[in-house]
């Protein structure tokens, strides 16, 4: 058994907003320096360009990637052998998120659906707790834009439809997009589960980009062809054209009803706030 204590989760989690809202991870600097030197397009560069030096200005002089800060995503897998103890997890959690937007005075955006009414905080985080094998707890956070959280598709194809039309209805969503998620993307992708739980597995998708390679070779296969296909489809940097429309993508497969099939396909922006801790 393992004591975690719950103030150490938000403090955890106040890190890594804090520390997403202003430094792209290596991965995405890599990634984004990779499509630079690959753009056959000028206007394509030039975007990949002031994207490259726009994370260099904000990591060095504590300015956000992005105007817009995003809203608060957080998921916790939880190994059983875990035991937490202090305030309620769910108010450490959102405690942390408000630490980071408040001392780091990041945009906060929560507002009420209806009336608009601004909260004055980023908070209630999206909160997901996953209960899992052994005694770690395993803290992931995302701070995701407007723009590309309201260009994520849920879609439900014809259980008969098949591994073609899978491709094709995924690169559709995507380009459909087009400009107004602020492209290169990162991806995740769901294929399976149910209406409820292909948003959740789409969204762990995006979040393991960063992680290792998925183990499913099927997985990877179609992550590849879709990929491509994506990034054929001329849309390009910022929607100006050229090669690259995604920087990373990830497919995640679930069995699902013999009468369904579900496909949820959760767009990021190029500016990846995405962290991982290990706790």
Not at 6 to 25: K, M, N, W, Y
Not at 92 to 102: C, E, F, L, R, T
Not at 221 to 250: K, Q, Y
Not at 252 to 276: D, M, Q, Y
Request: charged content about 20%; overall charge negative; aromatic content about 6%.
């Amino acid at each position: 058994m393992r004591l975690i204590f719950t103030q150490t989760v938000g403090e955890e989690i106040r890190d890594l907003f804090l520390t997403t809202a202003f430094v792209l991870p290596p991965r995405v600097k890599a990634d984004l320096t990779e499509a630079f030197n690959n753009e056959p397009s000028p206007l394509g560069r030039g975007v990949l360009s002031a994207l490259l030096l726009n994370s260099e200005v904000s990591a060095k002089s504590f300015l956000p990637l992005c105007q817009d800060t995003g809203l608060a995503q957080v998921r916790l897998d939880i190994g059983q052998e875990v035991v937490l103890a202090g305030p309620a997890l769910t108010q450490a959690v959102n405690d942390g998120v408000k630490a980071a937007y408040n001392s780091a005075f990041l945009r906060k955006s929560a507002c009420w659906p209806v009336s608009r009414v601004n909260l004055g905080e980023d908070a209630p985080a999206s909160l997901e707790t996953v209960v899992v094998p052994g005694d770690k707890l395993v803290v992931r956070v995302l701070a995701k834009g407007g723009g590309c959280d309201n260009r994520c598709h849920f879609m439900s194809l014809p259980p008969t439809a098949g591994r073609k039309a899978i491709v094709n209805a995924v690169v559709e969503a995507i380009g459909q997009a087009g400009p107004d998620a602020c492209p290169p993307y990162y991806v995740g992708i769901s294929i399976g589960g149910s209406f409820e739980s292909a948003p959740r597995l789409a969204r762990l998708a995006l979040m393991e980009i960063l992680d290792d390679e998925p183990s499913l070779e099927e997985e990877r296969l179609l992550a590849d062809e879709i990929f491509e296909a994506v990034n054929a489809s001329g849309v390009g940097p910022m929607g100006l054209g050229g090669r690259t429309t995604v920087l990373g993508l990830r497919v995640k497969i679930c069995p699902t009803h013999l009468a369904s099939l579900p496909i949820a396909v959760n767009l990021c922006c190029h500016s990846f706030r995405c962290g991982r801790v290990e706790l």
